[in-house]
């Protein structure tokens, strides 16, 4: 290695990664309420990006705060955080061509603002599953809601601590009374030119 | 969403983004000192895969430092975070399938434990850059090795801190009067069979 040319020596881009995946790298961000259905659209839209052979990586709450966010509080300054470092990981996964489905709660505008930001506009799909808040409490699969309007949960969501709607989401998705596939394919008809190279 | 499994609705596991790309997850973790060539055979490596239509992440300061470990310092208890958080990057990369090529100096046995700890043994396979301290100060290519020999640098591995090398490393090559494409010849040869299914 006694030659070392810096300049030769880069390491693959983006275009290098999308090239050899067939797809453009992109970060589609499903904001809403706890319950609302942000990761059962998540869940069913990878599934359908992947029969088209779309590589795809879900990040939510259990694979984040167990992970690289494991130590993370729910202060404004950790929530913060929280939201920054998923936004980095984000970048990654676009700088590696693949298409990241996020789904946070992410309920102020300053959060998915920062998120935006660190990803890139154009790189960077909000969807606003509106899902009502009674709709939410009376799903409530993970008996969150109940525990909350008891008091057993400081700041939850909806309940203790609002949430600010998004401005101006690429789509809204409010899934009561419809179909999961339903509501999938307007997500993807949405997309997908955002994706296909 | 009336009907809502949640036993069915599972995200798609490393099985089947493995099976999609055609290849297995793992992490290449290189270590070794400043200098040495880990960064140099990481994009060798990366080019010599991508051919062969592997698809890689290459994890180094330079991604890693400027984005989601932006704020960490070089303190002890920074070094570990910063460590920390790119092992847990390593492992969403490799549960979407990804071969991870991470680029970092990592001084101590302790801190690559824990890496190997949290990647998992078997996706982490270590390869030791143990070219010498002599010719990483030779070549000095960032210049860092003058500053730190000056005092100018409060904490820099080889000069000021150790470098422990690792104690049973699946590779050790040294740089020194080889080619690269010799060395990365050498690495694929070993790493090949844990990335092809």
């Known amino acids: 290695?006694?030659?070392?040319?810096?300049?030769?020596?880069?390491?693959?881009?983006?275009?290098?990664k999308e090239r050899q995946l067939?797809?453009?790298?992109?970060?589609?961000?499903?904001?809403?309420?706890?319950?609302?259905?942000k990761s059962t659209l998540a869940i069913a839209l990878e599934r359908r990006l992947s029969e088209r052979g779309i590589l795809c990586r879900i990040l939510d709450g259990d694979n984040v705060r167990t992970g690289i966010n494991r130590?993370?509080?729910f202060s404004d300054e950790h929530r913060r955080e929280n939201i920054r470092r998923i936004a980095e990981v984000c970048?990654?996964?676009?700088?590696?061509?693949?298409?990241v489905l996020a789904s946070f709660v992410s309920p102020n505008e300053s959060l998915r603002a920062m998120a935006r930001d660190i990803?890139?506009?154009?790189?960077?799909?909000?969807?606003y599953v509106s899902t009502s808040f009674e709709e939410?409490?009376?799903?409530?699969?993970?008996?969150?809601y109940q525990k909350a309007l008891r008091g057993e949960i400081a700041d939850f969501?909806?309940?203790t601590s609002a949430y600010e709607p998004p401005t101006s989401p690429l789509l809204s998705i409010d899934t009561e009374g419809?179909?999961?596939?339903?509501?999938?394919e307007e997500i993807e008809r949405v997309v997908i030119n955002k994706i296909t190279l």
Chains 1, 2 share one sequence.
Do not use: A, Y
């Open 1 to 16: 290695m006694d030659n070392i040319h810096p300049i030769f020596e880069r390491m693959q881009g983006r275009e290098d």
């Open 22 to 37: 067939g797809q453009r790298g992109l970060t589609i961000w499903f904001t809403g309420l706890s319950g609302s259905g």
């Open 71 to 73: 130590g993370l509080g």
């Open 91 to 99: 970048r990654l996964f676009i700088d590696t061509g693949v298409v």
């Open 119 to 127: 990803i890139g506009e154009q790189d960077f799909v909000e969807v």
């Open 136 to 144: 939410c409490c009376r799903r409530d699969v993970k008996g969150l």
């Open 157 to 159: 969501t909806g309940v």
């Open 178 to 184: 419809r179909s999961i596939e339903e509501c999938v």
